[in-house]
């Protein structure tokens, strides 16, 4: 593999770097060599000066192994590790803020977005575009829940969220160094990555493709990491569920003061007995779950009020090894 590598960085210079290529890994052992390969050959179909930016986030496996080993065959390789595994998100923050290019292309390492399409990206970019994000037109290898799940999901954010997140369009784009920039310079901790993208806005290009079964492994994403994550992103971008909470209250009391009035008027006008036991049974139970699930969606909003007032960091950095010579300096 060593003839490309001349292709990657030149002359040391890192203003010279046009893009890079950021791909967040946990524990890929068993794909990252073909994924790594596909990629170099993309590149270097592209003539484009790049560095390849592996974001180690907390692998057990060894795939840490296998990156410091790319990283010592091919100079336009850079590694950073994260201390532990911060998620897919902070993985990517961090990949954004650590890229040198004057365009990022954001990649998943199981072969699911295909690399080859970089060129088509690269291309929109070149005409003008400062976000080229990829729709998946198909999905191959998910099951039913995950593919209606997904669908239901974009629409409900859509729905509720202030910001419009195109339907089937993932983490797979190409961000110019504008975008990157204002993505920098967000602060907050709760970082929705899709959300993000979508509220910063720019001149958007998108290019369908067919999205491809997982090469090797498992994916991350148990369900209930999806259910956290689909909640973090409704409640990151917008207060809709507090007005929900506001309204379903209004209703419910209007329907209880009506409902009184029925009672009254019967009692006072027909004299009829009132039978209390299962009305008031059920409206208690009525009422205390809709006031349970209010404290709830309440919950969630201070919850991440909390969150966001430590402060901390995203994500930390472990070992960080840039592409070029200049990762001597990188380690003691
Ligand atoms: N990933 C990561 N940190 C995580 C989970 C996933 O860096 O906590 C990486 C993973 O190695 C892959 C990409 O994010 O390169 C997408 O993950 P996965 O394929 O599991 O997600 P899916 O395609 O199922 O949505
Ligand atoms: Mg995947």
Known sequence: ???????????NDQAACSLTVVVPVLNEEAGLAEFHLRLMMALQALQVTHEILYIDDGSTDGTEDQLKSLR???????????????GKEAAMTAGLQLAKGQAVVI???DLQDPPELIGQMVDAWRQGADVVS???RSRAGESWFKEASAFAFYRVFNALADV?????????????????NAINQLPERNRFMKGIFAWVGFRTVTIEYDRHARAEGQS?????????FAVEGITGFSVAPLKLATYTGVASALLSFGYAAHFLIKTLLVGEAVHGFPTLIVSILLLGGLQLMAIGILGEYIGRIFLESK?????????????????SESKP
């Open 311 to 327: 402060r901390r960091p995203l994500f930390l950095l472990d070992e960080y090894e840039q592409a070029t010579s200049l990762s």
């Open 220 to 228: 991350k994403w148990p369900y209930r990491k999806l259910w956290r």
């Open 107 to 109: 990649i998943d390492a």
């Open 72 to 86: 010592n065959h091919h100079p336009c390789v850079s590694v950073a590790k994260l201390s532990r595994n911060f």
């Open 134 to 136: 990829m729709r998946r």
């Open 1 to 11: 593999m060593s003839n490309f590598t001349e292709a990657c960085w030149p002359k």
């Open 164 to 180: 419009h997140m195109p339907a089937d369009v993932g983490d797979y784009r190409l961000l110019s160094r504008r975008v990157v």
